[in-house]
């Protein structure tokens, strides 16, 4: 494997995310060149140098081999969790080393959890700073470079294949590269209508731009400390439930429904699913909030079940309530709706609805076998027959990602939390949620926890947000043929 070509597709994607912090310092500029200025700007020039080194000094190769392309995506993902630090610990506040790394890795794994006490003290600059990471990390930072950076050749094709993952490929019948358009012209669309529909209903346009962002990322980064309960209107909170739930399906599904395809929305077996686990599961909270007495009326009960339960299936993490007053059976499916998550193709986290429908099949064809050993059985998904190989995939990760939670359960609580905490942090981590219940809970943060845990939980929100097996595959490289 050629380190340095690695290294010189590594300096392409610095380059980029030092445009961000530019940007971001121009923001801070505009607002009367606040006190996050300098320390954008000196974190730009140094990411720029960083990246500009390899470019300079590495020859430009046309064609990159499989593995070349899988140590750029991780070594990628990796690099930009490490840049994305500078801003913080320049600016300073409370922004320790451990702190700057969680922030920058919760931001750009869109798991939008924070370790910060007092989001609203930070300058607008650091402001849309920390926007941009979960906004670039909800598409995935080589994508975005695949796309604005200049050509790179033949080199996207590997790139791309190796960033998108087979889930997210089934419903194309496009080249790689039309792909990689497609996501971003509708992940832009989405932002941008969000985001004007937001300024409508009442917020200003900083607010609505940078809510805007993180509800398309499904992240959850607010501007405010009590997130979006500090606007406490019905208007905003029915936005962003239609933003969050769009943010959740595939975007290859939404671009062939805008455009009259046949393979749309409507058509989707796994859309169904995730929508009727939406409805569902909101009905069921938003009973059991009002036979606690929690709301006035049955339609309130269902406001804020609807927000909660849609904001955590997503992996958005926006907040309206504090879920760690809502009766247990509540908590409960927002902890399963906290496991299984959206679709794939989107930019959620978590198992996804897909591989839980494959689930569910497999376990019911397993019990037809057991009733007719000689019948031949085919699992289809959307009216794809899947093969055998695929299946035995999604049960592995299924697996892995059980035997990741209870890992996390574990550490968390010899680092002395009790073991709510652990549990729904571990999940809210892995699926790249953002709140979990206990310490963590809606209307709480991550400040508390212990340095030696918050390093662990961004190691688990990079394996949730690289499918677990693609970081883990980083450490046998050097056995891969």
Known sequence: MRVDVVMRYVGMVMLFIAGFMLLSAGISWL?????????LLLAALLTALLGAFPLIFVEKKEQLTNKEGFCVVVASWLVACVVGTFPYLIWGGEFSLVNALFESVSGFTTTGATVLTDIEVLPRGMQFWRIS?????GMGVVMFALVILPSIGRSKMTLSNVELSTLAKDNYRYRTQIIVRILLVVYVGLTVLSSLLLKLAGMDWFDA???GMSACATSGFSTRNASIAYYNS???DAILVLVMTLAGIHFGLIYATVTGKRNNIFRSEVTRWYVGLLLAGAAVIAVTLYAAGLYPTFGTSLRYALFQFVSLVSTTGFATADTNLWPPLAVV?????SIVCASAGSTSGGI???RLVLAVKMMRARLRQQQHPNAVLRIRLDGVVQETE???TVMTFIVAYFMLIAAGTVFAALCGTDLTTAFTGSVAMLGNVGPGFGQVGSMNTYAELPAALKLFDSFLMLFGRLEIFGLIQLFFIKWWR
């Open 31 to 39: 607002g009367g060149m606040d006190s996050s200025f300098y320390a």
């Open 133 to 137: 990471t979960t906004w670039i990390g």
């Open 209 to 211: 731009v940078c809510h």
């Open 234 to 236: 019905p208007s905003i």
């Open 333 to 337: 499916l927002l902890i399963a709706g």
């Open 352 to 354: 996804k609805i897909n």
């Open 390 to 392: 695929f299946l035995h």
